[in-house]
């Protein structure tokens, strides 16, 4: 039986995924590769006026958009970890002259976790969250590749 892994990213940090935030900022590496969902719990991140009309336009969308969009308690998407390195690798050099330039959503001091083809769920699907990289029951797995499936999945409205 087909079981995802699941990343809890909290909002409004996971809307800001399923619209092109393309690096996850966390505090430990990990060495998953291949498809994860996208998963928003209850608790969200009290980031601020500034920096949620930051993200807004980062993403595209009115403040207005952004909260209709809310979803939490729920798998929101289906995306696939395809690299991550730490922004001080000097391999690696995320920043010149303070400037992030691997991705504007990365942050100084993190794991960058780099995401790729990420496909939103039309019907976010209810499920409860976890710390780290925690699998999906196969129920919820189910349900949610159920939509990714289909050729086309577009933006939840
Ligand atoms: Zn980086």
Redesign the pocket.
């Known amino acids: 039986m087909t079981t995802l892994k699941a990343l809890s990213v909290r909002q409004p940090w996971a809307l800001a995924i399923c619209h092109g935030k393309d690096?996850e900022n966390r505090t430990r590496p990990t060495r998953h590769r291949g498809p994860i969902a996208i998963h928003a719990p209850k608790a969200w991140d009290d980031v601020g006026r500034f920096t949620l009309l930051w993200i807004a336009d980062m993403i595209g969308l009115t403040p207005y958009q952004a909260a209709e969009r809310d979803h939490r308690g729920a798998v929101l998407a289906v995306a696939e970890i395809v690299g991550c390195?730490r922004?001080r690798d000097s391999t690696?050099p995320?920043h010149a002259d303070g400037a992030p330039i691997?991705?504007p959503w990365?942050a100084r001091g993190y794991w960058?976790w780099q995401l790729a083809n990420v496909r939103p769920l039309q019907h976010p699907v209810p499920a409860r969250g976890a710390a780290g990289l925690w699998p999906l029951p196969p129920d919820v797995t189910a349900a949610v590749l159920a939509q990714t499936e289909n050729a086309q999945s577009p933006l939840p409205q």
């Open positions: 690096t390195h922004h690696h995320c691997c991705s990365a960058h």
